[in-house]
Structure formats: structure tokens, C-alpha cells
């Protein structure tokens, strides 16, 4: 009984100095043990004893825990995720919304008749995508589709389709060696293999329509090779059908790509545009790829094989990719390419060539070659950096950019000139993005002036 009412007092004379201990040392645990401990009523043996008792009942409620609920659910960078608490499978799921008004052009003007349509004040939801990802039993067995809903489409259009516009499966046990198999866009060049979620104008410049791979279908090699050194690099090889997206090959022949990029600084540079993440320190990259393949697309985009639009070398249009024979064309690109990022300075350039053979022209009869060039350059820079009035999530970029769609032709460029506004309320998961273009087309005198169009849009890309 004594001792009882010694235990009773000594814990009633810790209570009353309770704020005094925590103002000591605020991660002071204080529980009955600690306090016999302190007050000599139990001994240092019998104090360990208690707390390794305690640790492993507590082991034993989180593991009868884990085995009734397996299940962990978070929000993170990749939006909701839910995964095994063993690290051997999780799933994360996003949601992204791209709203855009846009006058007086949707698209580019590309052609003579583009510039001289008429004017269209539009708004739409340019980009609705659900994006689903993992791993499953390893996590660096991993796995990714993503469902487009497609929710505007042009007048007199059967309506809008929902499509399955990426799925592939990634095996990445060794960062030297990885393999991809599935649908997704071609990591050709940087401008498209951005997502169009972390871009850093409303859209891609003129020359990605007439210059992209897109997405295709096939497998791919990849790595990382050296990362910290001087010699840092990145290396793609992959087989395609070459046929785009959602399309089966309709004879032999594959499409063949290789890219080589040279991280020549030491560091990484990740796809995305804006220097969001503020490089501390300069981190750059130079890239070259190339291409080959047969079959009846002269163009790509999200909507899969395609015709390049104007005319080929001798004046005439193009064989639309519906009534070409198999392996009718032949098209061959190159790409180099440099990127740039430090302390909210972001610097991006490709220079494009492109050649099309068309067999159903007798070799070397005007119209079997079409040679194709084209560029864009584009900067971006966070003034705030620079002075202190300028509020920190603006960002003002200018992009250049052209396309020569026959090199042996005067007088038939198409330029660009946008510059924009960025204000990223949480990078790019949030932001809103006003630019504004100005688009000439040069044209042979005999046909009439060059043409002019200006074109101003403004849009709101959200993640969640």
C-alpha cells in the first residue's frame, strides 16, 4: 500500500509540472515508465524492459494492421495514388483540363486559304485527359495508359471520341538498360515529347505538325549512361509500326529511330519546359535523332497517320494517306537540338530536316524528292529574379520559328513569332498561360503579297 501511494504521488507531482517538462524538451514522450524512471522508482533494467515490451506489441498492431489493410492512399506529384504497403504494386491517377479561348485562329494558318478564312472566336477544352500509372510485383516493372476524351470537334464531325492515346509497359531494373513496349510518343525530339501540360506557350510551334513522329507503336531500348560526368548522356533506339497512333501496320516495313543526347554539364535536363524548378546550377543538353521509314503517312499527329499538307516538289498535293499504295512514300528526318535551364532562364532550339520520296513518281521525275526544313528557337525568363516589384510566378517568353516546305522553292516560308505571359500558381499543375502571335507566308510575286495574320490566346491548364 505504501508503495502505491508513493507511485500515486509521484505521478500527481509530474502532472502538475507537465508544461514544465515539455517547455524543456518538446519531444519529451512522457509516460508512466519515463516518470518512475526519473523518479528512481523503477531501475534502468526494468525501464529498457518495458520499452522493448512495448515495441514489440506495437510491431505486432502494425503488422495485424497491414495484413486487414494492405492498402496505403496518398496524394502526390502524380495526383492520387493508392499502393501495397509492401512497395510491390501502386496505382496514382490524374486528372488534367486544358480550358483556351482563342481568336481569331483555333490552329495555325498554315496555307494560303488558312489566311484568308474567316475569323473564329473560340472557346473550348482543348485537352481532357485521365492518366493512370505504376508499378506492378517490382517496382521497376511499371505501367502507364492515358485516356484523352477528346470533348471538342469540329463542325459537321460525328462528335467527339474518347481514345486510349498512350499505354506502355516500362521494365527499368538497370538505369543503363531499359526496355518499352507499347504506345507513346516517339522520343525523337524535346518539343513533342513534352507533355503538352508542362509547355511553355498555349501549343507547340509551327514546325511540330510537319516534323513529328507522334505516337507510335513498337518497342524501344533507353538509358542512362555515366550521370554526374562529363560524359552524362541519355540514348533511345526503338522500332515502330510506323503507321501512328491506334493503327495497324498495313504491310512489312517498320519505322527505325535513334536518338543521342549529350547532358554536357553533368546534369540531367528532364522533359518539361520554363525553368519551374529552378536550376541552382546550369544544366544543359545537346541532342541529335534521326529516322526512317516506308509506308503511306507523310505526317503524324495524336489522330495517327496523316498527309502533309501542300504540295510536294513539283506543285502538286501530296497522295492522301487513305488512297496511297502500301510503302508508297518514303520519309527520312533528322533533328538536333539544344536545351538550357538556370536560375529561371530557359533556353530550347531544334533545326528539322525532312525528306519525303514519293514511288508512284518515277526516280528522279520532279515530285519524287521533297526536301523539308524548319526551326524554331524560344526563351523564357522569371523577371521577378531579376527585380523584386515583378511578382515571382510570371514568366515572359518569346519563340521564333519557320518552315521551308521545299527547299529548292523560293518564296513559300511560313514563320512565327509568339510571345507569352506565364503565371504558374503551382508550377505547372496550375497555371495560365495569355500569348500572342504574328504568322507571315511568303509567296512568289506572280501569285499575289505575302500574307499576315496575328492571333491571341489564353488558357488555363490545371492537374489534380
Known amino acids: 500500500m505504501v508503495k502505491c ?7 500527481i507531482g509530474v502532472v502538475s509540472h507537465h508544461n514544465e517538462a515539455l517547455a524543456v524538451d518538446p519531444l519529451y514522450e512522457e509516460t508512466l515508465e519515463n516518470v518512475l524512471r526519473e523518479k528512481g522508482v523503477i531501475s534502468k533494467e526494468d525501464w529498457v524492459r518495458i520499452q522493448a515490451a512495448k515495441e514489440q506489441k506495437d510491431a505486432e498492431s502494425q503488422k495485424q494492421m497491414d495484413r486487414e489493410f494492405p492498402i496505403a492512399m496518398g496524394y502526390g506529384g502524380s495526383g492520387f495514388e493508392l499502393k501495397s504497403k509492401d512497395g510491390k504494386f501502386s496505382t496514382h491517377i490524374q486528372w488534367r483540363f486544358q480550358g483556351r479561348f482563342a481568336y481569331p485562329e483555333r490552329g495555325d494558318p498554315t496555307t494560303f486559304s488558312a489566311f484568308n478564312n474567316g475569323a473564329e472566336s473560340t472557346f473550348e ?7 493512370v500509372g505504376g508499378h506492378g510485383y517490382q517496382p521497376w516493372i511499371k505501367y502507364y495508359f492515358e485516356i484523352d476524351l477528346q470533348p471538342t470537334v469540329n463542325s459537321g464531325s460525328s462528335g467527339a471520341d474518347t481514345r486510349v492515346i498512350d499505354w506502355r509497359i516500362s521494365l527499368e531494373k538497370f538505369t543503363f538498360l531499359s526496355l518499352q513496349v507499347g504506345q507513346w510518343k516517339v522520343d525523337y525530339n524535346r518539343e513533342r515529347r513534352d507533355s503538352s501540360g508542362q509547355q511553355q506557350f498555349v501549343e507547340r510551334s509551327i514546325v511540330n505538325t510537319v516534323f513529328t513522329l507522334d505516337r507510335q507503336v513498337g518497342a524501344m531500348l533507353y538509358g542512362h549512361i555515366a550521370p554526374g560526368t562529363w560524359w552524362d548522356s541519355r540514348y533511345y533506339a526503338g522500332v515502330f509500326t510506323g503507321s501512328g497512333r491506334g493503327e495497324a501496320n498495313d504491310d512489312a516495313n517498320m519505322m ?58 513539283a506543285g502538286v498535293a501530296f497522295t492522301a494517306d487513305a488512297s ?30 525532312k525528306q519525303i520520296k514519293d514511288h508512284a513518281v518515277a526516280e528522279g521525275a520532279p515530285g519524287y524528292k521533297t526536301n523539308l526544313m524548319g526551326s524554331y528557337a524560344q526563351i ?18 518569346f519563340r521564333w520559328a519557320f518552315v521551308d516546305p521545299n527547299v529548292f522553292a523560293k518564296h513559300d516560308q511560313l514563320q512565327e513569332y509568339t510571345v507569352a505571359l506565364n503565371w504558374f500558381f503551382a508550377g505547372h499543375k496550375n497555371k495560365l498561360t495569355l500569348d500572342a502571335s504574328h504568322f507571315t507566308l511568303d509567296r512568289p510575286a506572280s501569285l499575289g503579297p505575302n500574307q499576315h495574320e496575328q492571333r491571341i490566346r489564353l488558357q488555363w491548364d490545371v492537374s489534380f
Not at 477544352?125 to 492518366?131: A, C, E, G, I, P
Open 5 to 11: 501511494a508513493l507511485l500515486i504521488l509521484v505521478c
Open 256 to 313: 527505325y529511330f535513334g536518338r543521342y543526347q549529350w547532358n554536357f554539364l553533368g546534369r540531367d535536363l528532364k522533359w518539361s519546359q520554363s525553368d519551374v524548378e529552378y536550376h541552382e546550377f546550369p544544366t544543359g543538353s545537346v541532342a541529335f535523332g534521326a529516322y526512317t521509314n516506308i509506308g503511306k503517312c507523310t505526317v503524324w499527329s495524336s489522330s495517327g497517320c496523316g498527309t502533309l499538307g501542300g504540295t510536294n516538289s
Open 125 to 131: 477544352l482543348r485537352r481532357v485527359r485521365m492518366k
Open 380 to 397: 523564357g525568363y522569371f523577371p521577378h529574379l531579376m527585380l523584386s516589384a515583378i511578382p515571382q510566378p510570371l514568366e515572359i517568353a
Open 324 to 353: 496511297a499504295a502500301a510503302g508508297q512514300f518514303r520519309v527520312e528526318g533528322m533533328v538536333e537540338e539544344f536545351a538550357f535551364k538556370w536560375r529561371g532562364l530557359s533556353i530550347q532550339h531544334e533545326y528539322h530536316w
